[in-house]
């Protein structure tokens, strides 16, 4: 099913909702795109489009953050595999709560690989929670702005 099926088939707010969910999980799904075609297209309300976005990216997070949080207190090749990645996301920078806010806004270094790591660096949930709200809602909010711009 494409996006443009989903928007047809349940509207700009549930589709909305059904593909930045997916986006989180699916990095090759990209929410930014569906949200200029929003934009660009049809007449929704766009702060609650961009709302909506917001809390299912977040949403589809928290699963994984949680996960990788529990693997690094289990033995074995998983956490070895977390602690490379740890690694690898530590040298962005020295603070996790910085490269991830730069990763929720920007998407650098990669947003999927940095809040799947966030857990494992010791980012508490709510502040994980906090950010990524934050840095994606203001992505969002730009990219609807620009593409609302050229309309």
């Known amino acids: 099913m494409t996006a443009q099926q989903l928007l047809a088939d349940y509207g700009a707010y549930a589709g909305t909702f059904v593909v930045a969910f997916i986006s989180g999980f699916v990095p090759l799904v990209t929410i930014d795109a569906l949200l200029a075609g929003i934009a660009l297209k049809t007449d929704a309300n766009l702060p609650l489009v961009v ?27 998983h956490r070895d ?39 494992a660096f010791g980012v508490r949930a709510r502040t994980f929670s906090v950010v990524v709200f934050f840095g994606r809602l203001l992505r969002f909010s730009i990219v609807v702005a620009i593409a609302r711009a050229y309309r």
């Open 51 to 77: 709302l909506l976005a917001t809390v299912a990216t977040l949403a589809s997070k928290l699963p994984t953050y949680f996960a990788v949080r529990g693997l690094v207190a289990l033995p074995g090749k």
């Open 81 to 119: 595999r977390v602690e490379r990645m740890r690694v690898w996301v530590g040298r962005w920078g020295k603070s996790p709560v910085l490269v991830l806010a730069a990763s929720a806004f920007i998407g650098f270094p990669p947003f999927s690989l940095v809040a799947s790591v966030a857990g």
